[in-house]
């Protein structure tokens, strides 16, 4: 299984004391597609140890100075997923029970059959490997649980917040309607006073005031109608979604990933509305704007994240997010969309992202691909089938245009 675009070396410790063996078992373990580290004695193996992370180790065990056991003993606390193989020409039953009690994962005699102990070597790596991908998938679905209770409180919130955001709202329409009326009762009572102009002057600053207060509290109901459709259920029925509005609350979403990297240009042409999980779309257009945001470069250029809308040339919905960032190699072309694979550094990605959104849009009956140049950026483009009633009526938007002149 593929985790990494560039997955780090497997290191294999070999120790032994003897130059013509060290060299054969470093041979053999280059041959199962791992990179030897070679030490000729426990001392030096140790050096080794605090620079490297071993996916597996072959012992001697008779060496100078510290044997093959006592460092097997250190080994298992300091790396304790390493797979030590003990390889020893003096070897017994109670030898072998002390090294299998330490944590060896097998023992070897020597004089030994290469293809044997390759056999061995792979084996062990394997099983070091599925550990290593055990844990990340543990780590994967304890973020998974994060989210998803992230997804509830943000629902809860928004739910919270919706209902003293309506009661302020409607307060400020009333006030907006009351204070006008109520500076001309006072200009009509008195029209001549001083005071009572003074009193209408500073009223319709107080109007300037609330509807500054009215432009914060509309923003604060977009982002609370945002977020909910984000952290709806993923259960939810299909609706009938307007792809703009969709684009549009990805973009807001994405807005701390883009500011201060890139200008967002907008080209929304006609386009039909699809019957989508809404929330699942905006996952996708999500996905697609936080890579474009994070594939440009901090090199002092001015860049570009444009997205585009349109009508195919079938009356299918399609949108595209393009970047100009730093581009994908080729040879990883042809496994973006594969579980688990990724371009970013350890920690930064899961290597699900794409995948996930190839899943949905399948989901949906759609589409979607991808072309990039190295240095020149990357495109995403998807389509969707557009809803029943739209679908006979819709035209690529040339050809609307030549109907119209």
């Not at 140790?46 to 003993?73: I, Q, T, V, Y």
Request: aromatic share 6%; hydrophobic share 45%; glycine share 6%.
């Amino acid at each position: 299984m593929r985790t990494k675009a560039n997955p780090a070396p497997e290191y294999v410790l070999v120790v032994d004391d003897e130059p013509s063996l060290r060299t054969l078992l470093g041979f053999i373990v280059q041959r199962v597609g791992a990179e030897p580290l070679l030490a000729h004695d426990a001392a030096s193996a140790r050096k080794l140890a605090e620079k490297h992370s071993f996916a597996c180790a072959l012992l001697d065990k008779n060496m100078p100075g510290e044997s093959g056991l006592e460092f097997l003993k250190w080994l298992r606390k300091a790396q304790p997923d390493c797979n030590a193989l003990m390889v020893t020409a003096y070897g017994n039953v109670d030898s072998v029970v002390e090294a299998l009690r330490l944590g060896a994962f097998d023992y070897v005699l020597k004089p030994f059959e290469v293809d044997a102990l390759e056999h061995r070597i792979k084996l062990a790596l394997e099983q070091w490997r599925m550990r290593q991908e055990h844990e990340r998938m543990q780590a994967m679905l304890v973020q998974a649980d994060r989210l998803a209770s992230l997804g509830l409180l943000a629902a809860g919130v928004v739910h919270e917040v919706n209902t003293p955001l309506a009661y302020i709202l409607s307060n400020l329409d009333w006030l907006d309607e009351e204070l006008p009326a109520l500076s001309e009762a006072l200009k009509r009572r008195e029209p001549a006073n001083p005071e009572v102009e003074k009193l209408a002057a500073r009223m319709q600053g107080v109007q300037s005031t609330l509807r500054d207060i009215r432009q914060g509290a509309e923003r604060v109901r977009h982002i609370a109608r945002d977020v909910k459709a984000f952290a709806r259920d993923s259960q939810d029925e299909s609706i009938l979604v307007d792809l703009r509005e969709v684009l549009d609350a990805a973009l807001k979403m994405a807005l701390v990933h883009i500011r201060y990297r890139a200008r967002v240009v907008r080209d929304y042409q006609d386009v039909p509305m699809v019957m989508a999980n809404e929330a699942r779309l905006a996952q996708v257009f999500l996905n697609l704007v936080v890579n474009a945001a994070q594939s440009l470069p901090e090199d002092g250029a001015e860049h570009a994240i444009r997205v585009r809308l349109w009508t195919g040339p079938n009356g299918e919905a399609c949108a595209e997010v393009s970047d100009t960032g730093t581009g994908i190699a080729p040879e990883h072309m042809p496994h973006l969309f594969e579980p688990f694979f990724t371009t970013k550094r350890s920690g930064e990605g899961t290597g699900l992202g794409l995948f996930i959104c190839k899943s949905i849009i399948d989901g949906m009956e759609g589409t979607i691909t991808v072309e990039s140049q190295p240095g020149a950026g990357t495109t995403f483009r998807l389509s969707l089938p557009p809803h029943g009633r739209d679908a006979h009526g819709a035209r690529p938007l040339e050809q609307a245009s030549a109907a119209a002149s």
